[in-house]
């Protein structure tokens, strides 16, 4: 037992000496060269290490390097350096835990053989002097790194002492909205020219703010909660002598209650049931454009997308919107996946209808719901296409609104307030990037509505539109966008032979928009823009109508 202590002993030296050379391989390259990410990842394949028996197979090793001798004596007298496959050592890599690691349960497994074999002399006096100059000629580094790993560990324990929570992580977002709409004439519904109101706006400057809360327990999953605050008015809100007359002119962020009030407009869980199958659970403010893929990546988020309500994506998006219930995604890894939707959608001032409703012609299943199918096909990273398909039931609670209030007033309500409506639609919608600096999306829809109450009568409604972004434009981060199309229209059906109806969206609107999203830094994003309706309503006897917009978007 005396006789291996002590042959223990002499050998610890070249444990240590191969531990530190190292080590001090480690040391050398964090101070001579800065390690990307790429050589990180290019270290990790390069996984397999081999054995060699001198230190000539080493490529990238020569007798003028600092270390060559003691590399020479490791390799050479005790055989636990271990090198790539590719015949280098790549003494100036930083070398990972994993394979310090390697390197000295190789250099233990010789030591214990040496031991067994009870070989005499391992340790000389030169393997000593080497060791000691080793020490004395990195202290200064190795106290640096003693004091950067002291300085970490007090760091990560102050992160653990105060963080948030274990579990659970805030993400921000707040706008500020400058912008204006102009023009002669407000918007109205009627042939006559002569009686329209004229339109007297105010330049404004309103904000929007959200909150998220998201949470995951198995690394898996995530619960959102989302608080919701701001004071963007709505450019057609009822009594605002500024109002254009037409929802064509919203934007894309405005808010129900303006007054800044906190709300948490948000509820969702969603997890993986399979590895290709994703569920997702909304309680409430459930929205099938936040569930699925829009297919217009460039332009689909209110906060860092298009300026207007219109020019996010399709109307059928919209379908449902506000609701409660389930989204299942099935995505088995190829070109193709499946979803469907069932959501039962909030309606009338202060959403007091909806899946949270006992009463008559409400609930989950009785008010108002939503059920919504997609195919998607993405043969390639450039090119993804969707078919939709959605069927919407609206009880009759409150005033219809097929697509949320993008359209017309006669396409979003065709049959009146308080008749319970059916409508199917039908989307086709794809994206298509021409190269890593222009991409161009468009989206076409086609909705049939019949009424459920009252005299039967129907409806066709189409709708379509094209956007094309200009990545990097003026410099990186930076998108030049333009998105044109004509917004939800009735076409056709009964409906229009109606007396009152004949001659309601017998013209054709166009909607243009043109904006840029500058990228002041990663956090802070600043899009001017221009939005402009051409025959708004669908009603040549309508001024074009403009709305200027500056907003800029703090991400935290």
Same mark, same amino acid.
């Given at each position: 037992?005396?006789?291996?202590?002590?042959? *223990?002993?002499?050998?610890?030296?070249?444990? *240590?000496?191969?531990?530190?050379?190292?080590?001090?391989?480690?040391?050398?390259?964090?101070?001579?060269?800065?390690? $990307?990410?790429?050589?990180?990842?290019?270290?990790?394949?390069?996984?397999?290490?081999?054995?060699?028996?001198?230190?000539?197979?080493?490529?990238?090793?020569?007798?003028?390097?600092?270390?060559?001798?003691?590399?020479?004596?490791?390799?050479?007298?005790?055989?636990?350096?271990?090198?790539?496959?590719?015949?280098?050592?790549?003494?100036?890599?930083?070398?990972?835990?994993?394979?310090?690691?390697?390197?000295? $349960?190789?250099?233990?497994?010789?030591?214990?053989? *040496?031991?067994?074999?009870?070989?005499?002399?391992?340790?000389?006096?030169?393997?000593?002097?080497?060791?000691?100059?080793?020490?004395?000629?990195?202290?200064?580094?190795?106290?640096?790194?003693?004091?950067?790993?002291?300085?970490?560990?007090?760091?990560?324990?102050?992160?653990?002492?105060?963080?948030?929570?274990?579990?659970?992580?805030?993400?921000?977002?707040?706008?500020?909205?400058?912008s204006q709409p102009?023009?002669?004439?407000?918007?109205?519904?009627?042939?006559?020219?002569?009686?329209?109101?004229?339109?007297?706006?105010?330049?404004?400057?309103? $904000?929007?703010?959200?909150?998220?809360?998201?949470?995951?327990?198995? &690394?898996?999953?995530?619960?959102?909660?989302?608080?919701?605050?701001?004071?963007?008015?709505?450019?057609?809100?009822?009594?605002?002598?500024?109002?254009?007359?037409?929802?064509?002119?919203?934007?894309?962020?405005?808010?129900?209650?303006?007054?800044?009030?906190?709300?948490?407009?948000?509820?969702?869980?969603?997890?993986?049931?399979?590895?290709?199958?994703?569920?997702?659970?909304?309680?409430?403010?459930?929205?099938?454009?936040?569930?699925?893929?829009?297919?217009?990546?460039? /332009?689909?988020?209110? &906060?860092?997308?298009?300026?207007?309500?219109?020019?996010?994506?399709?109307?059928?998006?919209?379908?449902?919107?506000?609701?409660?219930?389930?989204?299942?995604?099935?995505?088995?890894?190829?070109?193709?996946?499946?979803?469907?939707?069932?959501?039962?959608?909030?309606?009338?001032?202060?959403?007091?209808?909806?899946?949270?409703?006992?009463?008559?012609?409400?609930?989950?299943?009785? &008010?108002? $719901?939503?059920?919504?199918?997609?195919?998607? %096909?993405?043969?390639?990273?450039?090119?993804?296409?969707?078919?939709?398909?959605?069927?919407?039931?609206?009880?009759?609670?409150?005033?219809?609104?097929?697509?949320?209030?993008?359209?017309?007033? %006669?396409?979003?309500?065709? /049959?009146?307030?308080?008749?319970?409506?059916?409508?199917?639609?039908?989307?086709?919608?794809?994206?298509?990037?021409?190269?890593?600096?222009?991409?161009?999306?468009?989206?076409?829809?086609?909705?049939?509505?019949?009424?459920?109450?009252?005299?039967?009568?129907?409806?066709?409604?189409?709708y379509w539109a094209?956007?094309?972004?200009?990545?990097? %434009?003026?410099g990186e981060g930076?998108?030049? &966008?333009?998105?044109?199309?004509?917004?939800?229209?009735?076409?056709?059906?009964?409906?229009?032979?109606?007396?009152?109806?004949?001659?309601?969206?017998?013209?054709?609107?166009?909607?243009?928009?043109?904006?840029?999203?500058?990228?002041?830094?990663?956090?802070?994003?600043?899009?001017?823009?221009?939005?402009?309706?051409?025959?708004?309503?669908?009603?040549?006897?309508?001024?074009?109508?403009?709305?200027?917009?500056?907003?800029?978007? /703090?991400?935290?």
């Open positions: 037992m005396t006789k291996r202590f002590w042959n *223990l002993c002499k050998v610890s030296p070249v444990v *240590l000496a191969a531990a530190f050379l190292a080590a001090n391989s480690a040391v050398a390259a964090e101070i001579n060269e800065q390690t $990307n990410v790429a050589q990180l990842s290019e270290a990790q394949d390069s996984n397999n290490i081999g054995q060699v028996t001198s230190v000539s197979q080493f490529s990238d090793v020569q007798p003028t390097d600092w270390a060559f001798q003691a590399l020479q004596s490791l390799v050479e007298r005790y055989g636990c350096i271990a090198g790539y496959p590719n015949s280098t050592y790549r003494g100036n890599r930083a070398l990972t835990r994993y394979e310090f690691a390697a390197g000295l $349960n190789s250099c233990l497994d010789r030591v214990n053989e *040496l031991i067994a074999t009870a070989t005499a002399d391992l340790v000389t006096k030169q393997d000593l002097a080497t060791l000691q100059r080793l020490q004395e000629e990195f202290s200064a580094e190795l106290a640096t790194l003693r004091g950067r790993v002291d300085g970490l560990e007090a760091r990560t324990a102050e992160l653990e002492a105060n963080q948030f929570s274990t579990t659970t992580k805030l993400v921000g977002e707040a706008i500020f909205n400058v102009f023009g002669e004439q407000r918007a109205d519904t009627d042939t006559n020219p002569d009686n329209n109101p004229d339109l007297d706006s105010n330049t404004v400057f309103s $904000n929007r703010v959200r909150l998220n809360l998201y949470s995951s327990f198995t &690394g898996k999953d995530q619960l959102q909660i989302r608080l919701n605050a701001g004071n963007i008015f709505n450019n057609n809100t009822t009594g605002n002598t500024g109002a254009t007359g037409t929802n064509m002119t919203r934007l894309g962020y405005d808010v129900t209650t303006t007054d800044n009030s906190v709300s948490i407009d948000k509820i969702n869980y969603a997890f993986n049931l399979t590895d290709a199958v994703r569920v997702k659970i909304d309680a409430s403010g459930g929205e099938l454009y936040e569930n699925v893929n829009t297919f217009n990546p460039d /332009f689909a988020s209110s &906060g860092r997308g298009a300026l207007s309500r219109y020019g996010r994506f399709s109307p059928i998006y919209r379908q449902g919107q506000n609701g409660a219930g389930l989204t299942v995604t099935f995505n088995p890894g190829g070109p193709l996946s499946l979803t469907g939707a069932y959501l039962a959608p909030t309606s009338g001032t202060g959403g007091i209808f909806g899946a949270n409703n006992p009463g008559l012609n409400n609930g989950l299943l009785n &008010g108002d $719901n939503t059920i919504f199918g997609q195919l998607s %096909f993405q043969p390639s990273k450039a090119l993804n296409i969707g078919l939709t398909y959605a069927r919407s039931y609206f009880a009759g609670n409150a005033a219809n609104n097929l697509f949320q209030s993008t359209g017309s007033a %006669f396409a979003n309500n065709p /049959f009146g307030a308080g008749t319970r409506t059916e409508s199917n639609n039908y989307g086709v919608q794809a994206t298509f990037q021409l190269s890593s600096a222009l991409a161009i999306s468009g989206w076409g829809g086609y909705t049939t509505a019949d009424s459920r109450t009252g005299a039967n009568a129907d409806a066709d409604i189409w094209g956007s094309l972004a200009l990545k990097d %434009f003026g930076n998108v030049l &966008g333009v998105i044109f199309g004509q917004p939800p229209k009735v076409t056709g059906g009964s409906i229009k032979n109606v007396a009152a109806n004949i001659d309601r969206d017998d013209d054709t609107s166009y909607h243009l928009e043109g904006l840029y999203k500058f990228k002041l830094s990663d956090n802070i994003q600043v899009t001017p823009g221009v939005l402009v309706i051409f025959n708004p309503e669908h009603n040549d006897a309508n001024d074009t109508i403009y709305v200027g917009t500056l907003r800029t978007t /703090f991400s935290f």
